[in-house]
C-alpha cells in the first residue's frame, strides 16, 4: 500500500475512516488516460470478480442497498490525470480514485485509492466484511492490466 498522491483530487474527500492505495507500474505503449484505465479495471471484470459482485447484491438488496448502478453512474471528479468515482449514502461514504501518473519511458504508474467515511454502525459492519476482499480484489485488477499491456507489447513487436 501507497500514500495518497500529493496532487490528487482525493483530498477534498478527506479525513477518512479509512483509506488505502495501491498502484503499479505498468509497461505501455501509450499514455493511459483516466478513462482508458476505468474501462480497463472496472468495465472488464473476471469472472470471480464478477460473481463476488453478484454475490454482494444479492446479500445487500433486501437492506435496500443500491444493486442496479454501475461504476461509471457515479463519477464525481475528474482531473487530467485522475477520475474520482463513489456514493454516499445513508450507512458509509466511499470514494475511489483512478490516478494515472506520467509516462515516461514507455512506463507509467497507475494507482487506486480508495477513501471510505462510516456514517453509523452497519456502515462500519458492512466495510468490515467488504474489506476482507478489498484488497485482494484491487492488487488483482491492477496485475490484469500489467499482464494485459504486457501481452499488447509482445504482439505488436512480432
Known amino acids: ?26 509497461m505501455t505503449k501509450e499514455s493511459i488516460t483516466p ?9 472488464q471484470f473476471p469472472i470471480w470478480i464478477d460473481w463476488l459482485l453478484k454475490l454482494r447484491n444479492t446479500i445487500v438488496k433486501p437492506l435496500g442497498l443500491d444493486t442496479t448502478s454501475r461504476f461509471s453512474d457515479f463519477v464525481s471528479d475528474r482531473s487530467m490525470n485522475e477520475i474520482i468515482w463513489g456514493m454516499p449514502d445513508k450507512h458509509l461514504d466511499f470514494h475511489v480514485s483512478m490516478w494515472c501518473g506520467e509516462y515516461r519511458e514507455g512506463k507509467q504508474e497507475l494507482r487506486i485509492t480508495t477513501v471510505v467515511k462510516y456514517n453509523n454502525w452497519f456502515g462500519r459492519v458492512y466495510f468490515f466484511v467488504i474489506r476482507l476482499f478489498h484488497g485482494i480484489i484491487i492488487r488483482s485488477l491492477l496485475n490484469r ?6 501481452k499488447e507489447i509482445t504482439l505488436s513487436n512480432r
Open 1 to 26: 500500500m501507497n500514500e495518497i498522491p500529493t496532487n490528487s483530487l482525493l483530498a477534498n474527500y478527506l479525513p477518512a475512516d479509512y483509506s488505502d492505495s495501491f498502484s503499479k507500474e505498468v
Open 35 to 43: 478513462d482508458a484505465f476505468f474501462n480497463m479495471t472496472f468495465n
Open 145 to 150: 492490466i500489467q499482464r494485459r499491456l504486457e
